[in-house]
């Protein structure tokens, strides 16, 4: 340690980490809060960029306060450029909040394609591991909707089994577009379940029905489960009437 860093708090790594705990401080004067995240948009590390995403992770009253400093939260982040990416990449992957404001950053700093590479690697990380908030699993798996690429039908599809009804349907959403043949037997159980709600259900129809898969082996229970505007074609197929 140097004498700088003696007068300064530490090395530069060492005082960003330092300043977490103001960053992320709820209550109290907020200029304490603001004053550490300008200092941290001033200091041209990635530990710097690390911790001001912490900011995201928390709430303050009043609203608007919380809105102001996030915003230029985002801005001093952004300011960093393709240096930012790493940190936001790894926030993405640990981090089961504030996902939405990474996936944010990373369109302001990447290509498309890039963006939704992160979002496959995130998925496939959740995918095998447990988290209790779904709202992770849901904004990633509403950002990869209606995207045409390969390398998504396969990460969504073991969010068919999540226990969370709103992580299943918007699983649903996303495969069915794809016509993707591993995802036919899936979405048939998921909807036949004795366990399924009756929105999964829907979402599942929905699903099945945009994707053209037959309901071949399972007619005899799907038929019970069908409701407006859903019906069965002759084709075995589940079609959506107009």
Not at 33 to 50: C, N, T, W, Y
Not at 65 to 87: C, H, I, M, Q
Not at 95 to 113: H, I, K, M
């Amino acid at each position: 340690m140097g004498l700088l860093d003696i007068f300064t708090g530490g090395s530069g790594p060492d005082k960003a980490l330092k300043l977490k705990s103001k960053v992320t401080q709820k209550y109290g004067d907020p200029s304490t809060r603001q004053k550490a995240i300008e200092q941290l948009g001033e200091m041209d590390i990635p530990e710097a960029v690390s911790v001001l995403l912490s900011r995201f992770t928390i709430t303050v009253d009043p609203l608007t306060t919380d809105a102001d400093e996030k915003e230029r939260t985002f801005e001093l982040v952004k300011s960093f450029g393709k240096n930012a990416v790493p940190p936001i990449t790894d926030f993405l992957q640990k981090n089961e909040s504030a996902t939405s404001w990474a996936l944010r950053l990373l369109g302001e700093l990447l290509t498309e394609d890039e963006v939704l590479g992160a979002c496959v690697d995130a998925l496939q990380h959740l995918s095998a591991t447990y988290t209790k908030n779904p709202e992770k699993k849901v904004v990633l798996l509403h950002h990869v909707t209606g995207k045409e690429d390969a390398r998504i039908p396969p990460v969504v599809l073991p969010f068919l089994e999540d226990m969370s009804d709103d992580v299943k349907i918007a699983a649903l959403k996303a495969l069915g577009s794809f016509k993707f043949g591993p995802a036919r037997e899936p979405m048939l159980k998921l909807l036949t379940s004795e366990e399924t709600g009756r929105r999964v259900q829907t979402a599942a129809l929905s699903a099945l029905a945009e994707s053209g898969f037959t309901v071949e082996g399972y007619q005899t229970k799907v038929q019970p489960l069908l409701v407006e505007p859903y019906a069965l074609g002759q084709d075995g197929r589940i079609q959506r009437r107009a």
